[in-house]
């Protein structure tokens, strides 16, 4: 039985999941110089801007800065370069349709290392409107103010 790889994230879009409805994950693999990759592994990556495309047949990133690496060449190339995203065929086919939908988008979510290889998960997103994100911050307000009741609780009843 083969042991599955590690993986350690890198960097995570945290506003994704307050701006977007996520409909549906992708993992894909990105076409990277090696430097890049070198300054990816140092955390100096940052995927908050950052958008998906499909052109053509082909699926890039956007927007995704990775800064230049510290002990490289100063003459590298742009930070904000678009990048290939490595998709299956039957994939790319499916974002092609569902993208040319109103209002859906590619969204990265999360940048990490599986073993050697550096994967972005992308995600299939709606955007929210602005009662939904009052929706979802109410919520988070309430579960967090019952979780302190409770917890308060407990402590309350160990002491009696």
Do not use: W
Request: contains cysteine; positive net charge.
């Amino acid at each position: 039985m083969e042991k599955s790889p590690t993986q350690k994230t890198i960097a995570t879009n945290r506003r994704a999941r307050h701006e977007y409805h996520i409909l549906e994950n992708f993992e894909c693999g990105l076409v990277l110089h090696g430097y890049e990759v070198k300054s990816i592994r140092q955390g100096r990556v940052n995927i908050q801007d950052a958008y998906g495309v499909v052109r053509g047949d082909e699926a890039y990133v956007e927007n995704m800065h990775i800064s230049p690496y510290s002990h490289g060449d100063p003459r590298v190339i742009d930070p904000l370069r678009t990048r290939k995203m490595l998709l299956r065929r039957k994939e790319i086919d499916y974002l092609v349709g569902k993208t040319r939908e109103r209002g859906l988008a590619l969204i990265p979510l999360r940048l990490y290392l599986k073993g050697p290889h550096v994967k972005l998960e992308i995600g299939l997103a709606r955007g929210k409107k602005l009662y939904d994100k009052r929706e979802d911050i109410a919520a988070r307000d309430a579960k967090r103010d019952i979780e302190r009741a409770v917890r308060g609780r407990a402590k309350f009843r160990d002491r009696g």
